[in-house]
């Protein structure tokens, strides 16, 4: 992949995920986290999963980021901008399973910045 293209996937990943590493791991050991989403044979939901990833490559040093992780970062990226365009108009986003879902992928929309 040439390095153009690397520096575009990490700029639009950094700006879906505007959690840190340490808020979304925190976020993912929560009850709310694990309730949302589908799941697969284990109980984990994709999100959920995704989210473990996400915090993974947010340590990940970018000169070490393989090409499957950027094909993660893509995925992400893709994923929050489809998801914030379905935002619910009549439910409380704040407590919403469309907020949960967003955040178990590294993004809270209620976040400021």
């Not at 505007?18 to 925190?26: G, I, K, S, V």
């Not at 970062?73 to 901008?81: A, P, T």
């Amino acid at each position: 992949m040439a390095t153009d293209d690397r520096d575009t996937v990490r700029q639009e990943f950094r700006a879906a995920v505007n959690m840190t590493a340490a808020e979304l791991e925190r976020w993912l050991g929560s009850d709310e986290s694990q309730a949302v989403g589908q799941k697969d044979g284990d109980g984990e939901s994709t999100g959920h999963a995704s989210g473990r990833r996400i915090v993974e490559l947010l340590r990940t040093k970018k000169d070490d980021l393989t090409d499957d992780d950027l094909a993660h970062m893509r995925k992400v990226h893709g994923y929050v901008q489809r998801h914030l365009a379905q935002e619910p108009s009549k439910e409380d986003v704040e407590t919403s399973k469309w907020r949960y879902s967003l955040m178990n992928w590294g993004h809270d929309p209620l976040k400021k910045g």
